[in-house]
């Protein structure tokens, strides 16, 4: 992040950085430390997912540090937050359900969000942690129209449906992610290959050589908050 953000910053114009953190330390969850050292790098809200939790001490950080976000769909009485009002954007986090786990639905936490910021033309950025690429689709097809964007995070390999909804809404299936490419979605193959053979749990360690920096770049209409161009950006770097 710190070798590459910055300079992609400067060639595309980006008035925004949204980023999602969840293993940033060490593969799993999120740290003050992790967490300061995205900010650092450029980034201007950390999005999570489902282990946001890992780390205990980010808990009391979720409510100190405004631009870092837990999934909205988490029952609200939660540390932290799940959208944010910054550089006239509003961003979301929400959590899918299919395959990770019991939480409230994120489709009518959206609805119950949108419902308070109907009147307001603004960008909407929304970053769905989940696994499912048909509740991806559908969560994309559900909001198309009433935010700027749905960008799919979690399975950590990108796809190529970047594209603009009929309704004006930029979608992905899933952004990809920063992170080793000889490896098993960033994790040592030896160490997740032998897990499936064991079915032993294990502490999987992150792997290591060549990093692919995976990212998606939306511009939107900032009167309308239509999107007007969704692509994908890949950096290698050593």
Same mark, same amino acid.
């Given at each position: 992040?710190?070798?590459?953000?910055?300079?992609? @910053?400067?060639?595309?114009?980006?008035?925004?950085?949204?980023?999602?953190?969840?293993? +940033?330390?060490?593969?799993?969850?999120?740290?003050?430390?992790? !967490?300061?050292?995205?900010?650092?790098?450029?980034?201007?809200?950390?999005?999570?997912?489902?282990?946001?939790? !890992?780390?205990?001490?980010?808990?009391?950080?979720? *409510?100190?540090?405004?631009?870092?976000?837990?999934?909205?769909?988490?029952?609200? +009485?939660?540390?932290g937050r799940g959208?944010?009002?910054?550089?006239?954007?509003?961003?979301?986090?929400?959590?899918?359900?299919?395959?990770?786990?019991?939480?409230?639905?994120?489709? @009518? +936490?959206?609805?119950?969000?949108? !419902?308070?910021? *109907?009147?307001?033309?603004?960008?909407?950025i929304v970053d769905?942690?989940?696994? !499912?690429?048909?509740?991806?689709?559908?969560?994309?097809?559900?909001?198309?129209? @009433?935010?700027?964007?749905?960008?799919?995070?979690?399975?950590?390999?990108?796809?190529?449906?970047?594209?603009?909804?009929?309704?004006?809404t930029a979608y992905?299936?899933?952004?990809?992610?920063?992170?080793?490419?000889?490896?098993?979605?960033?994790?040592?193959?030896?160490?997740?290959?032998? @897990?499936?053979?064991?079915?032993?749990?294990?502490?999987?360690?992150?792997?290591?050589?060549?990093?692919?920096?995976?990212?998606?770049?939306?511009?939107?209409?900032?009167?309308?908050?239509?999107?007007?161009?969704?692509?994908?950006?890949?950096?290698?770097?050593?």
């Amino acid at each position: 992040m710190k070798e590459i953000l910055s300079g992609l @910053r400067h060639e595309y114009n980006i008035d925004l950085v949204v980023g999602n953190g969840e293993n +940033a330390a060490g593969g799993i969850g999120l740290t003050p430390g992790t !967490a300061e050292e995205l900010f650092d790098s450029g980034i201007d809200v950390i999005t999570t997912g489902n282990h946001i939790w !890992a780390q205990k001490e980010i808990i009391p950080y979720l *409510e100190s540090e405004p631009a870092i976000l837990r999934p909205l769909n988490y029952p609200p +009485a939660n540390p932290g937050r799940g959208y944010l009002l910054k550089k006239k954007t509003l961003i979301v986090n929400l959590l899918g359900r299919v395959f990770i786990g019991n939480f409230d639905c994120p489709f @009518r +936490a959206m609805d119950q969000l949108l !419902a308070e910021f *109907e009147h307001k033309s603004i960008p909407i950025i929304v970053d769905f942690h989940a696994e !499912a690429t048909s509740e991806k689709v559908a969560m994309g097809k559900y909001l198309d129209g @009433r935010v700027s964007a749905v960008l799919g995070t979690h399975t950590h390999v990108g796809t190529i449906d970047a594209h603009i909804l009929p309704g004006g809404t930029a979608y992905v299936t899933d952004i990809g992610m920063v992170g080793p490419i000889d490896s098993v979605i960033g994790d040592d193959p030896n160490s997740v290959i032998e @897990r499936f053979l064991t079915q032993m749990p294990s502490r999987l360690s992150v792997g290591k050589g060549n990093v692919s920096f995976d990212a998606i770049l939306v511009e939107v209409d900032k009167n309308t908050g239509k999107a007007v161009d969704i692509k994908r950006i890949q950096k290698i770097t050593d």
